[in-house]
Nanobody, 118 residues
């Protein structure tokens, strides 16, 4: 079993930057893929970014491409989502996730609120 603990987020003005962190623990050796999702109030959860736990195979939603960067610090065993040029429409609860095996994302973080003011 994998546990994910998130940190970061908060309130920022449009055009600003924030960085989210996600620290897996437990059976981290079983992680294949990590990702970030977000859910705005009244909307369905949507994909933001993903990467292989060992690096590579990075992909982004079109809405964040060129502004957000997913990365991993191997020494800290932490995954980051660097968010630049933030827009009010980026306001949402951001959730990190991990995929172990072939059954899709099966571990989820607690979520963190990101609010972008205009």
């Amino acid at each position: 079993q994998v546990q994910l603990v998130q940190s970061g987020g908060g309130l920022v003005q449009a055009g600003g930057s924030l960085r989210l962190s996600c620290a897996p623990s437990g059976r981290t050796f079983s992680i294949d893929t990590v990702g970030w999702f977000r859910q705005a109030q009244g909307k369905e959860r949507e994909f933001v970014a993903t990467m292989k736990w060992t690096g590579g195979s990075i992909a982004y939603a079109n809405s964040v491409k060129g502004r957000f960067t997913i990365s991993r610090d191997n020494a800290k065993n932490t995954v980051y989502l660097q968010m630049n040029s933030l827009k009010p429409e980026d306001t949402a609860v951001y959730i990190c996730a991990a995929m172990s095996g072939s059954s899709g994302y099966n571990s989820w973080g607690q979520g963190t609120q990101v609010t972008v003011s205009s």
